[in-house]
């Protein structure tokens, strides 16, 4: 198939390779080219814009920050409106229930079919092809995407029509935010109360207790090892995210927001969300 990615940042660029890999026809823009231009010895055509990336596409994946951005490069360069007859829009970047809402009816505006398809799994599932696809939208249009989801991911949930895989998608990520932050309160107590942060890792390991996703980020808290595979500022967005769309007082996850909002004021916005816990070491002990 001719796909176009519009967004090769950490997941946009996992994405096209795999699309590659399966043997599709991938045409890739991106807005800082030096995040794009790599993909063109693994065989993708590099576009200049947004209005030439999707020349002739069958479907056109959208993996950009957030609802604003995605925004910009569908409706307020054009693109929308320069898609191919019958070109399928898959929008994979995480942007909420509102911006999911006003991109479907933009969609709509300019008759473009819209698959609304969030995805679950970081950098390295990403890499390899792993991800979780939530997609949603017209059930006519499933076969469509299977080649893409297919090359993509491990596994395609379609969980309802367009929405629907943004909604469950903010699900998947309150419970992630949440394990990341009471990972990393954990180690901190571990640290605080005289023990090395290991040990509660070795503690947890192959037990009830113990979750493949804590050992993962527990090691990086560990090592202080930030390279980011979700950056923080992306999961403080999307804290921000589930709480607009859940509409009721969420207090756990509004400490979460709030932790988020402290490691990124100190700097670590770029880093993986592991360096949550640089935010609560940085604070210095009480000292009753
Ligand atoms: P990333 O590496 O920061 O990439 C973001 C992409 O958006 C880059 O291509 C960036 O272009 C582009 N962008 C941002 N603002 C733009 C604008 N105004 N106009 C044009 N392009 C713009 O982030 P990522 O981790 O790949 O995340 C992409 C999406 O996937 C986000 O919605 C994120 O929440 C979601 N997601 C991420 C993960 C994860 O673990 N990383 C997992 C699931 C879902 P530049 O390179 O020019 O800045």
Redesign the pocket.
Known sequence: MRVTV?????????MARNLLRAGHEVTVW???A??ATPLAEEGARVAGSPLDAVAGAEVVLT????G??VE??MADEGTLGALPEGCVWIQ????GVDACERLAALAEEAGVPFVDA??????QP?EKGE?MILASGPEELQERCAPVFDAIGSTTRWVGPAGAGTRF?LVMNAWVLILNSGIAETLTVARGLGFLPEQVLEAIAGGPLDSAYAQLKGRLMIEGEFE????L???R??AQLVLEAARRELPLLEAVAEQLEHAEALGYG?AD?AATIRGLTDVPARAD
């Not at 993996?63 to 957030?66: Q, R, V």
């Not at 969030?118 to 950098?123: A, D, F, I, N």
């Not at 980011?228 to 950056?231: C, E, K, L, M, Q």
Request: glycine share 8%; proline share 7%; hydrophobic share 40%.
């Open positions: 519009l967004g090769t940042g950490i997941m946009g660029a996992a991106n807005r800082s030096r995040r993996m950009l920050t957030d604003a951005a910009e490069v994979a970047s995480t942007v969030p995805v679950s799994g970081t950098r990403a991800l998608k980011p595979s979700f950056p500022k992306h999961a967005k999307d770029d969300l």
